[in-house]
């Protein structure tokens, strides 16, 4: 069974890692996008389940950013230089913006004076009393980086999309299954 990355392809290690964590924000996403209609200050179940899979899956989404960071990107058999290069430089904004997101959402509860709680399990203090002004900025910056994961997100499917109409490559294949090692 092949684990680890290849020149060529990923392991199942980073194919797992992708979609599970690709999931767990897109549920954050959606759960952040409804929960915006309801009145600041206002008792708010969709807040704490946000906060709750956001917690208990912290450590999970920054073994996923450190897990792509130390593999490869493997090249498609004759991707060019500028698309390969796009593409890499897109997965790290994305994982800039993913990363920025895990440390201003903390951040921003913490600013307010609140620790973080998942599910009732485990409730994390916050190192800092109550600072506004920090909390503005965690919440502009976690703002900004929703955006930003939108974007970049709607790119890479918009991407793999064209991968498979178009170029008629393994682009999908590669990423549901690890290839035949061609290294």
Request: aromatic share 10%; hydrophobic share 50%; glycine share 8%.
């Amino acid at each position: 069974m092949q684990w680890s990355d290849t020149k060529t392809g990923y392991g199942w290690v980073s194919i797992l890692l992708h979609w599970v964590v690709a999931l767990i924000i897109i549920t954050l996403w959606g759960i952040g996008d409804w929960m915006q209609g309801i009145p600041e200050g206002e008792p708010n179940t969709l807040v704490d389940l946000h906060i709750s899979i956001a917690a208990s899956t912290w450590l999970l989404i920054w073994a996923r950013i450190l897990w792509r960071i130390r593999s490869a990107h493997p090249r498609l058999k004759g991707q060019g230089s500028f698309s390969h290069n796009l593409a890499k430089c897109l997965h790290h904004l994305l994982l800039l913006a993913v990363a920025l997101m895990l440390i201003s959402g903390p951040t921003m509860v913490w600013s307010a004076g609140h620790p973080v709680e998942a599910f009732g399990l485990f409730s994390i203090s916050s190192p800092f009393g109550e600072l506004p002004w920090l909390n503005g900025v965690a919440a502009t910056v976690h703002g900004v980086c929703a955006d930003v994961i939108i974007v970049v997100t709607l790119l890479h499917v918009c991407g793999a999309f064209k991968h498979l109409m178009f170029n008629d490559d393994e682009t999908f294949i590669r990423m549901l299954m690890p290839l035949r090692n061609k290294d």
